[in-house]
């Protein structure tokens, strides 16, 4: 054998021999797994506080750009929102019309429902006139 094989062939049994007991010590010991992790830790809680600073003014930037198109969406479309409101107040009000309206003839409308077919009729007839039955 040649001396610059015979180096190449100790330095790769070497480095066998360190990879396979860092791999058994992981593997068997509890000391040596919780180190390693604590080690993962420490650096991912460095990692951290060096991006804190980047993440806020991210943050902050995003918040900005949100709250300035949002602002130019409303300029720009403060006709149409307008109307969006005024239509909307219109149903409602349309709405509470119809339920104020559907109160006031439960209490004091002239008209019962058919306990037969279940639709409107008048308050005092003898017989539904939509199927006839007897009231
Ligand atoms: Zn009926």
């Given at each position: 054998m040649s001396g610059g094989f015979m180096i190449f062939f100790i330095v790769g049994i070497a480095l066998f021999i360190f990879i396979f007991t860092y791999v058994m010590m992981i593997m068997f010991s509890?000391?040596a797994r919780?180190k390693i992790?604590?080690r993962?830790?420490?650096?991912?809680?460095?990692?951290?506080?060096?991006?804190?600073?980047?993440?806020?003014?991210?943050?902050?930037?995003?918040?900005?750009?949100?709250?300035?198109?949002?602002?130019?969406?409303?300029?720009?479309?403060?006709?149409?929102?307008?109307?969006?409101?005024?239509?909307?107040?219109?149903?409602?009000?349309?709405?509470?019309?119809?339920?104020?309206?559907?109160?006031?003839?439960?209490?004091?409308?002239?008209?019962?429902?058919?306990?037969?077919?279940?639709?409107?009729?008048?308050?005092?007839?003898?017989?539904?006139?939509?199927?006839?039955?007897?009231?």
């Open positions: 509890p000391k919780s992790i604590a993962q830790v420490k650096s991912l809680r460095g990692a951290t506080d060096m991006s804190k600073d980047d993440i806020e003014e991210m943050l902050t930037n995003l918040s900005g750009a949100s709250i300035n198109s949002k602002k130019r969406i409303l300029d720009e479309n403060e006709d149409t929102l307008k109307d969006i409101k005024d239509a909307e107040a219109r149903i409602n009000k349309d709405a509470i019309k119809e339920t104020a309206g559907a109160v006031k003839e439960g209490l004091f409308g002239s008209t019962v429902y058919c306990k037969h077919c279940g639709k409107q009729i008048d308050k005092d007839s003898k017989y539904c006139k939509h199927c006839g039955g007897e009231l």
